[in-house]
């Protein structure tokens, strides 16, 4: 895997105790590119995403841009670029949108405190700005968190996710809570902040959101790996059709 771009993991397998809840798993996800991963509930994708960011021991390889995360602590995976969003990762009501953002962008030491201390509440909004503009929601740095609306607190937390930089972002259900319209605009944003280099790992259960956004799609099947293929080849294959959908997705 030496020199090879964007986030590789081969044989990565979890295990608590006597449960296995990941068994084996190659994933691989490119810059500019959207990749998905679903399955039941239980199936293994968050225990996978753990181990991808350090949170979960984890035994096989995983490499960002061809250096090693496997030995790293979660903190140094982030630093590498590899940033993640949380299934229950609520806002600090009472804070800005900016002070959200900047809440993960940084380590807190004396010197950030008193930056944050000091430092114009102007300057620290424009350095929010662009990361506002890049998943849609310009102008709000300064706006409590707890005004925004549910679409809008999703967006944010991606914008934390970015803050300082990455190379692979790992999205675990951004789009939990949000109506189908906003699901839509929310797949057409995470195309367009992809588009701009880094790569998304996407967990969802919204079928649609996922067959619409994503370019490759990894199956789950208590903790297997089943399927790897397109949107268009999920749609119909039996395997993913008895164990996930249900019944063949309409195109």
């Known amino acids: 895997m030496t020199g090879s771009r964007g986030l590789q993991a081969s044989g990565v397998t979890v295990r608590y105790g006597g449960v296995t809840a990941v068994d084996n798993v ?28 350090g949170f979960a021991p984890a035994q096989g390889e995983i490499t960002l841009d061809g250096v090693s995360l496997t030995r790293m602590r979660p903190h140094r995976r982030r630093q590498a670029g590899l940033s993640r969003t949380w299934q ?34 102007r300057s620290i909004d424009a350095g929010v700005e662009p990361l506002l503009h890049a998943v849609g929601i310009p102008g709000l740095a300064s706006v409590s968190a707890g005004a925004l609306s549910l679409g809008q607190q999703k967006l944010v937390g991606v914008a934390r996710a970015m803050a300082g930089g990455c190379s692979i972002l790992l999205l675990d259900e951004p789009a939990a809570g949000l109506d189908s319209t906003e699901s839509l605009q929310f797949a057409d944003r995470i195309r367009r902040i992809v588009s701009d280099g880094p790569g998304a790992l996407l967990i969802d259960h919204d079928v649609d959101l996922m067959l619409r956004v994503c370019d490759v799609v990894y199956v789950l099947e208590f903790g297997r790996l089943i399927f790897r293929g397109t949107p268009t080849e999920v749609r119909s294959d039996p395997r993913v059709v008895a164990a996930y959908l249900g019944s063949p997705v309409e195109g």
């Not at 994933?27 to 960011?53: H, R, W």
């Not at 229950?88 to 962008?105: K, M, R």
């Open 26 to 53: 190659d994933l691989s996800v490119e810059p500019g590119q959207v990749v998905g991963l679903i399955g039941p509930n239980g199936a293994g994708k968050t225990s996978f995403v753990d181990a991808l960011t």
């Open 88 to 121: 229950s990762g609520e806002l600090f009501a009472s804070l800005t949108v900016a002070e959200n953002v900047l809440a993960s962008a940084r380590p807190p030491t004396w010197s950030t405190l008193a930056r944050d201390l000091f430092a114009p509440r």
